[in-house]
């Protein structure tokens, strides 16, 4: 049943999506339009910058490649005859960026409203509980979805892919941040499982807690039921058939050690969990997320655990939305944690001092990352509920904030592709590896910067809007969609 | 020695000649409490005196006053006598079982109910009274709660059989004054900043609109009372008749406020609006503006004193804090303890702030005559004074002191026995099975 | 501004707010009056904390070098307070879904970085038992910690060698969250009634002796049948099956007498004899077969009538227990409360007229037994934890003032030196200086967590109303 208002905004929402749909196009109709035949497979980026990986730069030097594969890197190199040639001179060549996690390509679920109710909310179907680890973001991803471009646009040229949905919404995959349908962009290689702390909607499990307990009996479950099953394969004779189900099995590979189990965990007791979870169990796992871990900074470098920190920052106070960094800075170091506010007369200094003590507070969130660095924890970045607009931004705080642009870089590509397994494929600029690649006019951190040319496979990709200064575009751009 | 048989070792003593008294019946009469140390919060302490009490009234206070030779005499040696304590805020009476509906009468329908008149609803035999009244709370507010005007507030003697025997004088008619919400989504709000600012702005209009209706209501039916001769008869408007006494100050408007800056929105609203007779109820953060709630020289009733800062940022003792430091400024002050079933938490409420900063005397006033002058009942409430009702307890200390108990107790000149559900259920089950011979076995489920 | 200037400046700040690094230290109180608990009251005497252990107890102790020398005379120093009843320091409280999730633990969400840990701190309180609230006949696993503020990993503020616990609960408030959902609509399930209660409990007793025993089947047969299968995994029964092997404490959530006497009943059937009963506001009216079961009883001061099954109830129940030789203590069940447990177990002398003593172990050394902490805190006395709480006057008196706190030595309270705002994390997106409202006594609400999960819970709930929140989650 539709309400009036209901068609309405569904009105608004197709005619968004018909503007965002058509932006794309448009902007790269002039190169990539196929009814124009393709000429060449190669290119070659000739006398630019090449930053081949974190403090490996070649000042002067060529790119080529052929069907999507880097075929030679170097000051001298000879460019095939039937190469396109760009012209680098003045512009700067980066491995393109790695996504460690995020839904980006996966549609939100259609139907958002109250969930179904069951007969016995102590015992739902595992659809239900939000526990589909047999799924995957293989079969979900739509090669269409605005936000690859978006997310494309600012340098990414491969995302981890994980299904939505609550506690173990699937398995996530690799995936390229552009391709005609979703074949060309799914990577070989690694299917970690993803889980999340996010509770079923009034049934079992809908708290943290739960989740934790209904993750050990799965898998201890899961665990008896693989013994049962070998058992049963080399001589059925006399037992029962043992049970199955798709969840469990789902769970065989991360039992066997074969299949990582890949959390996201957006505040710091969930990264307790997750660890706590990991160390009982001692499956492999992926820590991604973090947000807020400033605290976790040792435990997580004792572990050894591969880890992905999010991009996200908090907001701004309101009040430190229209003062510049200096008077910020000044605010901040004020902080006196001496000050009493014994009467009424003390009330005003009160909040002065509060609000540097929250400075302080978003201060140690947005040196986060350098702490990770200094601690020697070699970790990537996931852009999971971050605005694309917003990455370079966030990215440009951090380094200011005392995160090393090799780290920053190296979370955005060699770490991140050695995460998952897939540094033999992509993370930087070398022979052999594949064509991901970044252009810009700049230092990819300075603010003044365009990215001008993104490559995926090989084949190229000119955003629209190149800036990568403007922080709050893409907000004004989904605020908008949202009307 | 328990409390029971301190109790009734305490009657039989006090009253040997009184052997009619052990039906547990509160009576009335003359009687003489000798050589007491007397707390009269008026006029100092008596260190060692006689309080007499003549039907409702006390009629001699003093080192040095003659026992008509009627009189029932308590021997007050080595116990204190204190007024009656009166809790500035409460739901008392309109409540009986918190979570079961049908029991409470608090909150009628609507938005706008100041003719909802407490006194109405309370229940003289809630077994919270007596509950209450054994502590020496002997007066309270019992308030209505919700909507824009709740209703109008009473202030009742803790015994009696009818709102005629039990009010007190005092109402006073309830706004809940609307909050400001801030600009972050609080834990417990379904809507975002925008529909919470829309609703707050139509609350403060709803507000202003009732007070401009009443105020012209009120010239029509001035004008009509004084000559209605050749006038169409005013509309039945029973709220507008509820704020008359409001506008003309005979009755007071308690102002339900609590935020900093709420309480600033609100003294500039009861100032502009010029009502006569204000006070504000609940006050969490009044220590922030405590110098213009000094200079508005509107009177507060503060509590409960014992609850958690207002701010995570907070110092932890804030609450406890909050009522001395608004004395400290100079705001006139009284406590309440905003409880129904628990009222007799007030004293330690007024311990607390007494400890936290108050001072014990200033504490003390502001659960007797303070409230008392703030509800203009002081001539015949808040301290022993001679011609005033005699609202009085006899105890063993101190009244805040925890381990203080109450040992005799007057209100309106009645002799109200030490007696309540919580004492009873304490004499059956101290020695449940004095009177058994049999042990006592726990039953296995299948036999 | 320099980026190492300014990565010094945010460890400097660090450093400043974070003060506890929570490793043992060395402190010598001096010149106190000691409230011991369990061997009466000691004037002028010294403390010497060592290693977080309490040392030495006399006069003219000397303090080793580098220990804190804390100058206590005219002051009162008693035990840290147990509350044997909290809801802080949980990000998470009731897992409502099932009237049985014995396999949920609150260990899994302790939260250090909860104020309520800082300002129960602030009233002397050193360790609390956080519990699962009541919606499930057997609900989640609890936690005891220590009052370690300061510390940012759960793990730093167990109460480690603590027993594990367990919370059971009967009478409304399971049946109203299970059996009369939408009045008793679809969604209805088992229990509505006390029978139900009842019969929830046998039930998950008794699958869980049967899957102890077929566990223990299973490992006899294994030793010799390669080929032997194991039963079913199952988190939950686990639980139960520790429970019946006695290595889990039950604390149950009850109210009245009969639903008491009942849990006796079944317990006695399956062998289980370790329960404290929460709340247990009728436990008066059945103390003799409490006494005799060996049951304790964790009690309110003075809280009655907000809901129909504790309108039948007195202030006296305290008294009355411990006059029948119940082990009882005074709980909070509340963030407002869990500040002021002195006052409450105080409260003990005007309804019951209970010693010193008697009052005061009834927030230490009982508390301690209930937990199965008895060894370790909850009186003063050598080899015990340095956990201390100093008075400014005697803590039973309304105008007593806590002024210090310690955990294993570690100071965790100050009044004269602790900033006002003692937050350990703050939202760095926050308004600053917004009114948040207060939890009161009247309140029932034990934080702002767990009324907002409870809140979050229901709102998942599709066909549900709203409840009552404050009593779910006592």
């Given at each position: 049943m539709y309400s009036f208002r209901g068609i309405l905004r569904g009105a608004a929402f197709c005619a968004a999506l018909v503007w965002l749909g058509g932006m794309p196009h448009e902007a790269y109709a002039q190169k990539n339009s196929p009814d124009i035949p393709v000429v060449s497979n190669v290119v070659a980026i000739e006398n630019a910058r090449i930053?081949?990986?974190?403090?490996?730069?070649?000042q002067s030097g060529t790119v080529v490649f052929r069907d999507g594969v880097i075929t030679a890197v170097g000051r001298r190199v000879d460019v095939p005859y039937d190469a396109h040639v760009?012209?680098?001179?003045?512009l700067t060549v980066y491995a393109g960026f790695i996504?460690?996690?995020?839904?980006?390509g996966i549609p939100e679920?259609?139907?958002?409203?109250q969930p179904e109710s069951v007969p016995d909310r102590s015992n739902p179907p595992f659809d239900r509980a939000g526990?589909?680890?047999?799924?995957?973001?293989r079969t979900a991803?739509?090669?269409?979805?605005?936000d690859l471009e978006k997310l494309r646009n600012v340098g990414f040229t491969t995302i981890m892919v994980a299904p939505r949905g609550r506690m173990l919404p699937g398995q996530a995959t690799m995936a390229l941040?552009?391709?005609?349908n979703s074949s060309e962009m799914i990577l070989q290689g690694m299917q970690p499982m993803f889980f999340q702390f996010t509770g079923a909607q009034g049934v079992y499990p809908g708290t943290p807690m739960a989740i934790m307990s209904k993750f050990r009996q799965l898998y201890r479950e899961a665990d008896r039921r693989m013994r049962l099953e070998a058992m049963y394969a080399e001589d059925p004779s006399g037992l029962a058939r043992p049970p199955y189900d798709a969840v469990h099995e789902a769970f065989f590979p991360v039992v066997a050690g074969d299949r990582h189990v890949l959390v996201w965990t957006d505040e710091v007791l969930e990264i307790h969990r997750a660890m706590t979870l990991q160390e009982e169990l001692g499956f492999s796992m992926i820590l991604t997320?973090?947000?807020?871990?400033i605290d976790t900074v040792d435990k997580v470098a004792g572990s050894g655990l591969p880890v992905a920190l999010t991009l996200d920052l908090p907001d701004q106070p309101r009040f430190a939305a229209k003062l510049k960094a200096d008077s910020l800075q000044h605010i901040l170091d004020s902080?006196?944690?001496?000050?009493?506010?014994?009467?009424?007369?003390?009330v005003e200094a009160e909040k002065e001092n509060l609000e540097a003590r929250q400075l302080w507070s978003r201060s140690r969130y947005v040196g986060m990352a350098a702490l990770y660095e200094n601690a020697g924890i070699p970790f990537a970045f996931t852009t999971m509920g971050v605005s694309a607009g917003d990455v370079h931004g966030n990215l440009r705080e951090m380094i200011e904030a005392g995160l090393s642009r090799e780290a920053a870089l190296a979370a955005l590509t060699v770490n991140a592709a050695a995460l998952f397994g897939a540094s033999d494929r992509m993370g930087s600029i070398d022979t052999?590896?594949?064509?991901n690649l970044i252009v810009t006019?700049?230092?990819?951190?300075?603010?003044?910067?365009?990215?001008?040319m993104v490559f995926v496979a090989g084949q190229m990709h000119e955003p629209s809007?190149?800036?990568?200064?403007?922080?709050s575009r893409d907000r004004a751009e989904a605020s908008t969609s949202n009307q | 020695m328990n409390l029971f048989m301190t109790l009734v070792l305490a009657l039989t003593t006090f009253l040997?000649?009184?052997?009619?008294?052990?039906?547990d019946k509160a009576r009335q009469g003359t009687y003489a409490i000798t050589n007491a140390r007397i707390e009269t919060v008026a006029n100092g302490t008596i260190e060692n005196g006689t309080v007499v009490i003549e039907g409702d009234r006390i009629i001699a206070v003093g080192e040095n006053v003659a026992i008509p030779e009627s009189a029932r005499v308590i021997?007050?040696?080595g116990l204190h006598i204190y007024p009656g304590m009166i809790d500035s805020g409460t739901s008392l009476g309109l409540?009986?079982?918190?979570?079961?509906?049908?029991?409470?009468?608090t909150r009628e329908i609507g938005?706008?109910?100041?003719?909802?008149?407490?006194l109405t609803a309370v229940?003289?035999?809630?077994?919270a009274i007596p509950v209450t009244r054994?502590?020496?709370?002997?007066t309270v507010i019992a308030e209505p709660s919700g909507g824009l005007l709740p209703g109008t507030a009473a202030m009742i003697n803790?015994?009696?059989?009818?709102a005629e025997q039990m009010t007190a004088g005092a109402k006073s008619v309830i706004v809940q004054f609307p909050a400001e919400p801030s600009g972050d989504r609080p834990w417990?709000?379904?809507?975002g900043p925008d529909r919470r600012q829309e609703r707050y702005r139509n609350n403060m209009a709803k507000l202003n609109e009732v007070f401009d209706r009443a105020v012209l209501y009120n010239q029509i039916v001035s004008a009509y009372e004084a000559d209605p001769t050749g006038k169409e008869r005013p509309v039945y408007a029973p709220e507008m008749d509820a704020l008359r006494p409001v506008l003309s100050g005979e009755v007071s408007l308690m102002v339900k406020v609590n935020a900093a800056d709420d309480i600033v929105k609100a003294i500039a609203w009861v100032q502009e609006r010029e009502f006569p007779n204000v006070v504000f109820s609940g006050?969490?953060?009044?220590w922030r503006v405590a110098d213009r709630l000094a200079e508005a020289g509107i009177p507060v009733l503060v509590g409960p004193i014992l609850a958690t800062p207002t701010?995570?940022?907070?110092?932890?003792?804030r609450a406890y804090a909050n009522a001395g430091l608004l004395s400290e400024a100079g705001v006139s002050v009284a406590l309440r303890?905003?409880?129904?079933?628990?009222?007799?938490q007030l004293p330690f409420n007024a311990g607390f702030a007494a400890t936290y900063g108050m001072g014990k005397e200033a504490a003390l006033r502001a659960v007797t005559l303070g409230p008392a002058e703030i509800f203009g009942i002081d001539a015949d409430y808040g301290s022993i004074e001679v011609?005033?009702?005699?609202?009085l307890f006899v105890s063993d200390?101190?009244?805040?002191?925890?381990?203080t108990n109450i040992l005799a107790l007057f209100i309106d000149g009645f002799n109200v026995p030490i007696d309540s559900r919580h004492l009873d259920l304490y004499q059956e089950f101290l020695?449940?099975?004095?009177?058994?011979?049999q042990p006592v076995e726990i039953l296995p489920a299948d036999n | 501004m320099n980026n190492t200037i300014r990565l010094f400046l945010i460890a400097l700040l660090t450093v400043g707010f974070l003060t506890s690094d929570a490793h043992a230290q060395d402190v010598l109180v001096r010149n106190a009056t000691v409230l011991t608990v369990t061997n009466g009251t000691l004037q002028n005497t010294d403390i010497l904390i060592r290693d977080g252990i309490i040392a030495q107890i006399g006069s003219g102790l000397r303090a080793p070098r580098g220990a804190e020398d804390v100058d206590a005379t005219g002051k009162f120093v008693m035990p840290g307070i147990i509350d044997a009843h909290a809801h802080i320091?949980?990000?998470?409280?009731?897992?409502?879904?099932?009237?049985?999730?014995?396999?949920?633990?609150m260990e899994d969400v302790?939260?250090?970085?909860?104020?309520g840990i800082y300002r129960a701190s602030a009233g002397g309180v050193t360790v609390s038992h956080i519990m699962h609230g009541?919606?499930?006949?057997?609900g989640g696993q609890n936690e005891t910690i220590k009052?370690?503020?300061?510390?940012?990993?759960?793990d730093d503020i167990r109460f480690d060698g603590a027993p594990r616990t367990i919370k059971f609960a009967l009478g409304e408030n399971p049946t109203r969250v299970h059996g009369r959902r939408a009045s008793g609509?679809?969604?209805?399930?088992?229990?509505?009634?006390r029978m139900g209660v009842e019969q929830v409990l046998r039930s998950a007793f008794e699958n869980g002796k049967r899957y102890m025993e077929a566990w223990d089947a299973y490992n006899a047969e294994a030793s010799t049948n390669p080929r032997a299968v194991p039963p079913v995994w199952n988190e939950r029964l686990e639980v139960m099956a520790d429970i019946l092997r006695g290595e889990i404490l039950i604390h149950c959530h009850s109210y009245r007498a009969d639903e008491i006497v009942m849990l006796t009943r079944v317990l006695g059937d399956y062998g289980v004899d370790r329960i404290t009963f929460q709340?247990?506001?009728?436990a008066f009216k059945v103390a003799p077969e409490l006494a005799e079961f060996g049951a304790h009883a964790s009690v309110f001061s003075d809280w009655w009538s907000y809901k129909f099954e504790v309108y039948?109830?007195?202030?006296y129940n305290a008294a009355i227990l411990m006059r029948n030789g119940v082990v009882t203590s005074i709980n909070s069940d509340s963030a407002e409360l869990n500040r002021h447990l002195y006052h409450e177990a105080a409260k003990s002398q005007r309804y019951g007229g209970l010693t010193d003593d008697e009052a005061l172990s009834m927030i230490t050394i009982n508390p301690a037994i209930q937990l199965g902490i008895q060894d370790r805190v909850g009186s003063i006395e050598i080899?015990?934890?340095g956990d201390i709480a100093i008075f400014?006057?005697?803590?039973?008196?309304?105008?007593?003032i806590p002024v210090l706190t310690y955990v294993d030595g570690v100071k965790v309270f100050d009044r004269e030196n602790d900033?006002?705002?003692?937050?350990?994390?703050?939202?760095?997106s926050a308004e600053v200086g917004q009114y948040e409202g207060q939890v009161t006594?009247?309140?029932?609400?034990?934080s702002h967590e767990e009324v907002a999960d409870l809140m979050s819970f229901f709102q998942s709930v599709a066909d549900v109303d709203l409840p009552h929140a404050h009593t779910v989650n006592d």
């Open positions: 930053v081949q990986g974190p403090a490996r730069v070649l760009i012209d680098g001179d003045s996504d460690a996690l995020s839904h980006t679920p259609r139907n958002q409203g526990i589909t680890p047999e799924a995957s973001a991803l739509d090669p269409d979805h605005g941040s552009a391709g005609t997320g973090l947000e807020g871990g902080y006196d944690d001496e000050t009493r506010t014994a009467t009424f007369r003390d052999g590896k594949m064509a006019d700049g230092d990819v951190f300075d603010e003044d910067t365009s990215i001008k809007n190149t800036s990568l200064g403007n922080r | 040997p000649q009184q052997a009619q008294q052990q039906d021997d007050g040696s409540t009986e079982v918190g979570s079961v509906a049908e029991t409470n009468d938005d706008i109910n100041p003719h909802m008149d407490a229940n003289p035999n809630a077994i054994v502590s020496g709370v002997t803790l015994f009696g059989y009818t417990w709000a379904q809507e006050v969490n953060e009044g701010r995570s940022s907070d110092r932890y003792d303890s905003g409880e129904s079933e628990n009222v007799r011609g005033k009702k005699a609202n200390g101190d009244p805040f002191e925890t381990s020695n449940r099975d004095e009177g058994r011979l | 320091a949980l990000s998470s409280v009731n897992e409502g879904t099932s009237p049985v999730t014995a396999e949920v633990s302790t939260n250090p970085y909860s104020l009541s919606a499930n006949v057997i009052h370690r503020w300061g510390a940012t990993d759960p609509g679809s969604g209805a399930i088992v229990p509505a009634t709340h247990a506001n009728e039948y109830s007195t202030s080899g015990k934890d400014e006057g005697h803590p039973l008196s309304i105008y007593t900033a006002d705002d003692m937050r350990v994390d703050v939202d760095p006594g009247r309140d029932h609400m034990h």
